[in-house]
């Protein structure tokens, strides 16, 4: 019985379901407030009108039609529209089933926010346009059936001759135009382009955070400690492979060193920012050192307990009672002074930008040039199979040590920086969910290369803040996109490239004994 | 030559955001001629709105998270608030509640887009102390006053900061009342303190202890609970071994209310319990039931049953479909700060000639750091010259037949 | 070549091995053993009733963790990967017990008593057959869409797809049902705090019957499970598709179906962890998954993941060190995870794949 046309009405009902579960958290209503925002409309009582809800659902439907003649692999426009229309009746009707039932809601005056929060009176007539419950759920139907077709017709436009034919046009022009691109970069004028490129970032990096106001910077240097971070956690998980969880720890111990040697209370050391930099990122290596030391021999998740273990232990002991005369316990730790530099103190978001950026520049250039160190090679090994490496020589303990303590030196130097910016830190910056960011931001962003970490690090940290928009849903949307990304880009938006192995020409015949990278 | 298209692509998105940037024009009067006097004359000069445009308060709280209950319910108190009073002239107020997580990250974030909206002239918040360290030195720079109706971590009004108020109950003004309380009202001789490892809860608990310690008392146990969780009978066996008169807890109503349901199976059958203002409410008594009967707490010192407060419960009751209560303590005073900032914003904003409206930042400022005898819902608020605003010493209350009364 | 690469490495790695941790373990066996004798023998804080009620509270909590814990083994034996979203699939569970029992607080008998009162067997039954239910279907859509199309991808990758569903779903529950915390209305007899008394010392001692019933039927369960999982055709299947995948299919095995069910399983073991959570705990919020999510994943490592036995042991005794380690040290209740975490780092020194773990788990991941 499958049909393409059953399978176009079960998909039709999925985005059914999709739609009823969206009503009930109340995103209909945000996509509607947010589109009345958007043409400048004003809202009725904190609602939109109903015409931004009636596109709303228009839009889902179309997406519903246009996924299901999509799926359906129809090959002409009759029949695009046919799937797209089945599609738009099915998630109609489970659409008008649904309306019906929180309409009685509505006619029995029944207040069910008790149990499903969002469901007041005022939203009911919302989500039925506020027309009376039969005619509304009629007319959801409706729209559902008709932005259906819809969504089929676009399909089937696509689909026709002549548009596939433009279509290709187009992209076989942008093809030409980036191959062109590409060639003259690669060529002759590639010094140039790379001056140039140089310039251009010196600038922007220079120049913006003059330009664009406190919150993209707060923002931008957020995302830049996150690429610290993120280059760090590299190290250990990306190139050494061994999977840490608590990876947080390390930037608390940087940033409890900065904020402890450099406030008022609880201790007034006040040593000033550099010292206690200094004395944090090695304080942080040598933690990951003694961790790793009794560790060595655990693998894969054994390794990802344990080390989630001692991030907890960590937070857990600073917000003690028993450490709370060391650490400030549950209060954490105010006044946090900034940085000094030729008689500057550091106290704008711009210095802290340029620092953060002068951080940034420096974890990269280490993280480059140990990956296609002899260290790098070795981690490499140990990452692909830690036995085999062992029989091959690579000495597998000093390694992994290595790796463990170059990853919390760079979050150290994190965790100070950014405790200094903050002016405060405290045990629940250092939660668990903290690690599981940054763990996420070098998978989504494509581990072990650093244009991946970059971009991870705007995924994870720029993306929420742009998200703001979502007001409560920003989680959610977030928690969606992770998932979403995750199964688009199974390798991260950029996957590393294997290093390869090219084989000097005059001595093909033997062993290579130097390898080139090229990534 | 990948370096070189991730340089072009960073810098496109860096360019965008710049233009997407607002306009910073609403705040330099310095072309608008129809400024009146006090805007010159302010250290910070004037938000300037025409007619047509909303004034802005602003509220950092956690909104998603695992306290996102305390977010969304103290928004929820200050959105009632913006429906009663929202209205100057035509003016309209709105409140605009961002999730800041209760993070300092968060916080500072959150700050940093207040201060770059120059439609935002208050901020009632921030809700966690952490969130509230870090966005305090943002807002000070450019004149945003704040009100917090929960960040109770001391340190924070002795920081010298010139923006930062609360009406929140602090630790020092009903931890040692209540120990004298338990000691000479409810001849408690030997004490058992636990506190929920918050800043807050672990603050009143050590402030009841010492206090306690000094009346001649004896503090049998201290322990710390693990906020967040279901059980909490052994730590509560661990404390009936050492026979305690009473329990104090320094915490929240989640916390509090499974403890007083948990004392009942732990032999603590006879102790009396004595929680704290985050422990009073509907919500403990709905939850606690039978076993919370006798469990004392202190409050500020406002009528449980004021005609306001009534309509206000109404009112929210009516717009949110529970109880107000319900999912923090903290709901009246999201109402009162935001009431609070209002009436400040309204008694210093001028209408120029031109019909705009333009709200001295500096004044404003100083307008909220002297707010006096301000009645709200949840107390009578005097701000003093660090910028507490609850001053006044705690009332006691009793769970007596299922209700909170007055304590005798 | 260069010497490092050539040297041997065995001084080095072993140095640890042989001198440093037998050290390091009697260093931790007389730290441990001063400080029981201080607490039992020169202390003496607590009596043995307070050594009975810690115990039953560990062994009940614990026999929870067992649950959760089998859910993440299962699926780990088989797949190799940690769902992370498992604790949110035991609170859809929970909150499923939590609407059960508001809907037959409303429907009245002829006795004019409610429903669950009335009926509280049904009414349990009910709640068990809608908790797993739900989980156990939330369980097996959630492998179809996020986990199923990642099977091929690097290890790591299901991982964050997992932890995108958790966010996602804490977030859903607490946008559907708002964040308020909810209180499970138990059948009167099972009223939490209400069990059998014991007189110990002097003092009475409560056996709940809400965690006596808890933890009864998660040995029931976990029994159960062992019988499917060693003596039934699907768990045949289960053990092949574990063992190697290809090999499984190629004997005729449907490696798809197979990992559905053990979802389907494991998302119902959860869900009737997420049930007896409510009617133990009481309290159920969208949050409620997370931590016994965390717990239940390091009992589950610590008894050597992808062990059934294993799980269960590692989840009673993370219980019982959670309730009694702080109280035996003499250190403060608030560190307890500090000593559960500490322990598990100490035996997967001592054990590096867990109390039951094959030996040669190592080789697998």
New interface residues.
């Given amino acids: 019985m499958k049909t393409p046309i059953t399978r176009s009405a079960r998909t039709g009902i999925i985005f059914g379901i999709i739609h009823v579960f969206l009503v009930l958290i109340g995103f209909n209503t945000l996509v509607g407030t947010l589109l009345a925002r958007l043409s400048g409309a004003q809202l009725i009582n904190a609602l939109p009108a109903p015409g931004f809800m009636i596109t709303y659902s228009l839009l889902l439907a179309l997406w519903a039609g246009f996924t299901a003649a999509r799926k359906g692999e129809a090959n002409s426009l009759p029949v695009s529209l046919a799937h797209g229309a089945v599609a738009g009746v099915a998630s109609g009707a489970l659409a008008f089933c649904f309306s019906l039932v929180i309409s009685w809601f509505l006619v029995n005056r029944v207040d069910f926010r008790q149990y499903l929060a969002v469901l007041s009176f005022d939203f009911i007539r919302i989500t039925l346009f506020n027309l009376a419950p039969l005619s509304g759920s009629l007319a959801t139907a409706a729209v559902f059936a008709t932005g259906g077709a819809l969504g089929g017709l676009v399909n089937g436009v696509f689909g026709l001759k002549e548009v596939k034919a433009a279509l290709g046009k187009v992209s076989a022009a942008f093809t030409g135009l980036r191959h062109r691109l590409n060639s003259n970069l690669r060529g002759k004028y590639r010094p140039v382009f790379l001056a140039a490129g140089v310039i251009l970032l010196a600038a922007v990096v220079i120049l913006l955070p003059l330009k664009w106001g406190s919150y993209w910077n707060y923002v931008t240097g957020t995302v830049g400690l996150y690429v610290v971070l993120g280059l760090g956690l590299n190290i250990i998980v990306g190139l050494s492979g061994q999977l840490v969880l608590g990876y947080i720890a390390f930037f608390a111990i940087g940033a409890y060193t900065m904020a402890l040697l450099n406030s008022p209370v609880p201790h007034n050391l006040m040593w000033g920012f550099w010292p206690a930099l200094l004395l944090g990122v090695p304080l942080a290596a040598l933690a990951g050192v003694l961790l790793g030391l009794p560790l060595m021999r655990l693998r894969g998740d054994y390794l990802a307990i344990v080390t989630l273990g001692f991030g907890e232990i960590i937070r857990i002991l600073l917000k003690s009672d028993i450490l709370t005369d060391l650490t400030g316990g549950p209060r954490g730790i105010q006044n946090i002074s900034g940085p000094t530099l030729f008689g500057r103190t550091f106290n704008s978001d711009i210095q802290f930008m340029y620092l953060i950026a002068a951080a940034v520049l420096l974890a990269a250039f280490v993280y480059n040039r140990l990956q296609y160190s002899r260290a790098g090679r070795a981690w490499l090994s140990i990452r692909e199979d830690e036995t085999v490496a062992r029989a091959t020589g690579v000495n597998t303990t000093r390694y992994k040590l290595l790796a463990l303590a170059l990853g919390a030196a760079f979050a150290g130097l994190a965790g100070a920086i950014f405790a200094s910016r903050n002016q405060f830190t405290g045990p629940e910056e250092h939660s668990l969910m903290a690690s599981i960011n940054v763990l996420s931001l070098i998978i989504v962003g494509g581990m072990g290369n650093i244009p991946g970490t970059i971009l991870g690090a705007f995924a994870l940290k720029g993306l929420p803040e742009i998200l703001r928009e979502f007001a409560n849903y920003r989680l959610l949307t977030f928690g969606a996109l992770l998932v979403v990304m995750m199964l688009s880009r199974p390798n991260g938006m950029i996957p590393s490239k294997r290093p390869k192995y090219r084989i000097p020409k005059e001595t093909a015949d033997d062993t290579p004994r130097e390898a080139r990278h090229d990534g | 030559m990948k370096a070189l298209k991730y340089i072009i692509m960073i810098v496109l998105f860096s360019l965008v955001i710049t233009a997407c940037q607002p306009a910073n024009a609403a705040t330099d009067q310095a072309a608008d001629a129809a400024a009146p006097a006090a805007c010159a004359a302010d250290a910070f000069g004037c938000a300037v709105f025409k007619t047509g445009e909303v004034i802005k308060i602003g509220m950092g709280a956690p909104m998603t998270g695992g306290d996102a209950s305390y977010g969304i319910d103290i928004s929820s108190g200050g959105f009632i608030a913006v429906d009663d009073f929202g209205d100057l002239n035509g003016f309209k107020f709105e409140l605009v509640a961002e999730d800041d997580g209760g993070t300092a990250e968060g916080g500072a974030a959150v700050a940093n887009k207040f201060a770059s909206d120059p439609a935002v002239v208050a901020v009632a918040g921030h809700i966690y102390s952490g969130a509230t360290s870090a966005a305090m030195p943002i807002y000070e720079k450019v004149g945003i006053p704040m009100l917090s109706p929960s960040a109770s971590l001391p340190e924070l009004t002795t920081l010298g900061s010139t923006v930062f108020n609360r009406i929140v109950f602090t630790d020092a003004r009903q931890g040692p009342p209540a120990a004298e309380y338990l000691f000479n009202k409810l001849n408690v001789k030997k004490l058992a303190v636990l506190h929920d490892g918050s800043d807050y809860g672990k603050g009143l608990a050590e402030a009841v202890a010492a206090h306690f310690v000094e009346l001649g008392g004896e503090v049998v146990v201290t322990e710390a609970i693990t906020k967040g969780e279901t059980d909490y009978t052994p730590v509560l066996s661990a404390v009936a071994a050492k026979s305690p008169d009473g329990l104090y807890f320094g915490g929240y109503t989640a916390e509090g209310a499974i403890i007083v349901n948990q004392m009942k199976q732990t032999g603590l059958e006879k102790v009396l319990f004595f929680g704290d203002d985050g422990t009073y409410g509907a919500d403990f008594l709905s939850r606690t039931g039978p076993n919370g009967e006798g469990a004392f707490a202190t409050i500020a010192p406002i009528p449980p049953d004021s005609a306001e407060k009534a309509a206000f419960d109404a009112a929210y009751l009516e717009k949110f479909g529970k109880e107000a209560g319900s999912l923090s303590p903290y709901t009246w005073n999201g109402y009162d700060a935001t009431a609070a900032l209002i009436q400040a914003v309204k008694s210093v904003a001028v209408i120029g000639d031109n019909g705009n409206l333009y709200v001295p930042r500096g004044a404003l400022v100083k307008a909220v750091r002297t707010l006096t005898d301000y009645k709200g819902v949840g107390g009578t608020y005097s701000c003093d010259a660090s910028g507490e605003c609850n001053t006044l010493p705690p009332m006691f209350v009793v769970v007596k037949d299922g209700a909170w009364v007055p304590a005798p | 070549m ?1 010497e ?6 065995t001084l ?2 072993n140095l ?2 042989k001198v ?2 037998p050290l ?1 373990g009697a260093l931790i066996v007389i730290f441990v053993l001063f400080r029981l004798y201080q607490v039992l023998f020169v202390q003496q ?3 043995p ?2 050594w009975t ?2 115990l ?3 062994l ?2 614990g026999g929870v963790y067992a649950l959760i814990a089998i859910g993440y083994t299962l699926v ?1 034996g088989i797949l190799f990967m ?1 769902n992370f979203a498992h604790g949110e699939v035991m609170m859809l569970g929970a909150y499923s017990c939590f ?1 059960v029992f ?1 809907a037959l607080k409303t429907i009245r008998v002829s006795s004019g008593e409610n429903f669950s009162n009335a009926f509280p067997v049904l009414a349990i039954l009910i709640a068990f057959i809608v908790g797993m239910g739900v989980s156990a279907a939330s369980g097996y859509f959630l492998e179809k ?2 986990y199923r ?2 099977r ?3 290890r ?6 997992a ?10 529950a ?8 909810r ?1 499970v209305t138990n059948p009167e007899v099972m009223r ?2 209400s ?1 059998w008394s014991v007189l110990i010392n002097g ?4 056996i ?1 019957y809400t965690g006596v019933f808890t933890f009864v039927l998660s040995f029931l369960l976990l029994a159960g499970l062992y019988i499917v999982v060693q003596k039934t055709s699907l768990g045949r299947a289960m053990r092949a598709v574990a063992l190697d995948k290809k090999t499984a299919a190629l004997m005729g095995i449907d490696v798809d179906k197979t990992i559905s069910r053990t979802f389907l399983i494991s998302g119902a073991l959860a869900g009737a962890a997420g049930v007896m ?1 409510g009617i133990h ?3 159920v ?1 969208y ?2 998954g ?2 016994p999510g ?1 717990k239940a ?2 009992a589950a ?1 610590l008894g050597g ?1 992808g062990n059934l036995p294993g799980a269960m042991l590692g989840g009673l005794f993370l219980g019982v060190i ?3 380690g ?2 035996a040290l003499g250190i ?7 000593i ?3 322990l ?2 100490i035996i ?2 001592f054990r ?3 109390l039951l773990g094959e030996v040669l ?3 697998k ?1």
């Avoid at chain 3, 003092?203 to 409560?206: C, D, L, T």
């Avoid at chain 3, 209740?333 to 500090?338: I, N, R, S």
């Fill in positions: 260069n490092p690469y050539l040297r041997k490495v080095k790695s640890f091995i440093l941790r390091l804080e607590y009596g009733e307070t009620r810690l039953i509270a560990g009940i909590i780990y940690i609407f508001e869409i996020a199309p990642l091929k991808a690097p790591l990758v299901p991982l964050i797809g932890i995108g569903a958790s966010i996602f779903l804490q977030n859903a607490q946008l559907l049902f708002s964040p308020q915390l209180d939490r705090g069990g003092s009475n001692v409560i709940p959570w705990n009481g309290l919020y949050f409620v997370f931590i965390i994943f390091t490592v993941i959670e309730s009694l702080p109280a403060d209740f608030q560190l307890k995870d500090v559960a975490f500490v598990l780092i997967l020194i590096p794949s867990g788990a190592e080789e991941v």
